[in-house]
């Protein structure tokens, strides 16, 4: 699986990034998972043309006692197995990866 992984954080911070994850919404039915939406015009063409079956589009982050980790692979909330689901396009990449650094630099957090 391909990530992008921030390592040793203090406990108490990445605590305080599960609760604003949470409280902005991006809690998942699974603890300790978070589902980053993906912006429609950030979606393949693919992607867009399953839009109605297979979406809404995700990524997801996961979080463990002193890390964060955002999957690099968009899911489909609507189904396990597509050949939609595929990996983030460099520049969906770049996008979550500002996301979630600047989701902590708000958080004042240091990294």
Known sequence: ???????????DNVQRVKEALRAGGFEGAIDD????????????????????????YIMAIE???????????????????????CYASPTLRNHAIDFLDGFIRELDIPV
Not at 33 to 56: F, K, M, N, S, W
Request: hydrophobic share 35%; charged share 30%.
């Open 63 to 85: 979080s463990g006692k002193d890390w964060l980790k955002l999957e690099l692979l968009v899911r489909a909330r609507g189904r396990l197995r597509c050949s939609c689901i």
């Open 33 to 56: 998972i978070y589902y980053l939406p993906v912006p429609d015009e950030l979606l393949t063409e693919e992607q867009r043309a399953h839009l109605d079956g297979c979406g809404p």
């Open 1 to 11: 699986m391909r990530s992008y992984r921030i390592e040793e954080l203090l406990p």
